[in-house]
């Protein structure tokens, strides 16, 4: 059974910095896209990031600059790497697996960014 776990969520300061990683345990096979998303309290779940495996990033505007999408193929790992935090960056953060069939999720992480 696959399950992808994050972690290196909490609660940090407005300017702070935090390392999301997002592991894959079980037999996973063939990722092809790899993706953030993030909810805040009341809205919708958004799209934050997202790596192709061909190596192709795209960013949500509301955090250009500020956050970096990567991953490790051989180790299944996806991290974001999270600088100047704002308050409206709050939320929890999920990540997201597409292979041909299947797509998984992680349970989230909170990240609370306090003014």
């Known amino acids: 059974q696959v399950q992808l776990v994050e972690s290196g969520g909490g609660l940090v300061q407005a300017g702070g910095s935090l390392r999301l990683s997002c592991a894959a345990s079980g037999s996973i096979f063939s990722i092809d896209g790899m993706a953030w998303y993030r909810q805040a309290p009341g809205k919708q779940r958004e799209l934050v990031a997202t790596a192709t495996s061909g190596g192709s990033t795209n960013y949500a505007e509301s955090v250009k600059g500020r956050f970096t999408i990567s991953r490790d193929n051989p180790k299944k790992t996806l991290y974001l790497q999270m600088n100047s935090l704002k308050p409206e960056d709050t939320g929890v953060y999920y990540c997201?697996?597409?292979?041909?069939?299947?797509?998984?999720w992680g349970q989230g992480t909170q990240v609370t960014v306090s003014s």
């Open positions: 997201r697996y597409d292979t041909r069939y299947i797509t998984y």
